[in-house]
């Protein structure tokens, strides 16, 4: 309990060997599961169960069917964890109810989250992947197990998910070179990338017409905002992760520098701001009480729409007419 | 004239040499330039001015300035072509007006397209490549010129915007290792996909509001029908390439198996038809005297549209009630 950071640390050759030696697997996913919590356990677990180990893995919450292609020779067993490791879990706060039991007795965490919270005994930590599938793969790689379709796949998708397909600004060079040895192993990349890039769900499409004929536009089309009320939520019955790519929408626009979504909450709106390089959302959120990052930040405005907008509108002004 | 098609190839290393040994490049690109014809205009015009040569990118149509990052150390000089280099052109009708007099003096053509005519004096021609851009890749690495970021950039542009950001069927685990290696020469690969894939026009935000508003669904929600109407292309002013975008809307509705485009012309509608692998599109438009592709085809329907969403519902009925 009283090891440091450094102490904990665990390099690539050890994991492996930690593996090979283990027994009766758990693994744990991070609750709301996304395809780098699950394409690193399913990538694991198969290699482990190459090697003839016992393996399961679990989440709080129920996996999507989109990922079906990685479950389908998942085989659940009954058996007392020997070994758990914990992948893609930064804070044992994303472990949700169904694995707090475990959140005390982690061996192993391989992650790729610099806010990694160091709760596991050890902790294969590389900040600098793309995701933690691609510290995955180098584990794999270093057990010396035969590689397969399935396998591929399941690694593919943690990095091509929590890389925009390869769009956003985390990949590196070695997350191209780890894409091109998936694709010699099989890994069904055209189907993966259809499944999860090109396919929007029936709610997410009426947000997106709902939101977007709530599109106005202020600073001579620098600044776009949406809405999104409470009945809209309700009518689509649309989930949170899925309005998170709604509020990307207002920034996309050509020559929007500023992308204000207005989310209808009990009370008020909640604020979600997405700015280009010139502007800091941060510092503009800040103004009204919130805060976040450079790029993308967030406050609470418990007003109606209309001075909800005319608040924004004014911490706006100084910024927007200043250039 | 009279060679024939393997008498006209050549391999990366003839290309090489040829382009070692020539003088005076006009490298010339198709009609409507895309990421592809143009990164691989200037991967190679770069790679040839390294080499001391004079060379000149020509193109019947405008470049649009979202590609200013690579055409920003271009520098036009008026010389008599030495040799002429056709870049991602597989037939003389892609040469638009501003072309034409070059159409019977092209010298040589580097392509990826498998529909291309031959018509060149020389053709390197590498049909399983994504992009032409890879082929350029090859033969600059062949030349034995020295990578900068703005080769590296073009390059990168080429591969990225042929693949969808490596997200259709047609990268090959060598797209992606070529990617490695421009992200090692210095690609501005996070600032080229925010301009090609996470930015949209103005006009093309409005319409796809108003093509959403227009979305009906058919047959238990397995196909989904929007409209574009003349009136909604003239007040938002979407160019044609972005309309291609719109009717790619309703296939990628989960469930939905046929995406169905009724874009109002002169005297009835345009039909575009998209279809996941259970339908055949070009079946269905086959019936309504149009053709295409398995997964995109088309036909002209000249009646109103409550007529045209008739007929396309009747020649879809069989097929649809049939699962």
Chains 1, 2 share one sequence.
């Not at 009954?78 to 490791?85: L, N, Q, S, T």
């Not at 002004?317 to 200043?322: C, K, L, R, Y």
Request: proline share 2%; net charge negative.
């Amino acid at each position: 309990m009283t090891k440091t950071k450094d102490q904990k640390r665990i390099s690539v050759e050890d994991v492996a060997s930690m593996l090979r030696q283990g027994e009766d697997f758990y693994i744990l996913c991070h609750q709301h599961p996304d395809g780098d919590t699950l394409g690193s356990a399913f990538g694991l677990y198969y290699a482990l169960k190459k090697l003839g180990k016992r393996a399961k893995v679990l989440c709080s919450d129920p996996i999507s069917e989109r990922y079906g292609y990685m479950t389908k020779d998942y085989l659940e067993e009954e058996f007392a964890p020997g070994m758990i490791v914990a992948v893609d879990i930064a804070d044992t706060q994303l472990f949700g109810e169904k694995l707090l039991p475990y959140k005390d007795r982690v061996d192993l965490c391989i992650d790729h989250h610099p806010s990694n919270i160091f709760y596991a005994e050890r902790v294969l930590l590389e900040d600098q992947s793309a995701a933690t599938a691609e510290v995955i793969y180098e584990v794999i790689e270093a057990m010396g197990v035969a590689w397969d379709p399935v396998m591929a796949s399941a690694i593919y998708t943690g990095i091509s998910t929590d890389t925009g397909c390869f769009r956003y600004t985390n990949v590196t060079a070695r997350s191209h070179r780890i894409a091109a040895d998936l694709y010699d192993k099989g890994a069904m990349a055209g189907m993966i990338n259809r499944i999860m890039f090109d396919t929007k769900s029936l709610s997410r499409i009426r947000m997106e017409q709902m939101a977007l004929s709530s599109m106005e536009y202020h600073f001579n089309n620098r600044c776009a905002f949406i809405v999104v009320s409470l009945d809209a939520i309700r009518q689509t019955g649309i989930s949170d992760s899925e309005l998170d790519g709604i509020s990307a929408i207002p920034r996309q626009i050509e020559g929007v520098q500023v992308g204000v979504t207005f989310r209808e909450k009990e009370g008020g709106y909640k604020i979600s701001v997405r700015t280009s390089e010139e502007i800091d959302a941060s510092l503009l959120c800040g103004k009204l009480g919130g805060g976040g990052h450079a790029r993308a930040a967030g406050c609470f405005i418990a007003e109606d729409l209309a001075h909800a907008k005319e608040m924004v509108l004014l911490a706006l002004a100084p910024v927007m007419e200043g250039r």
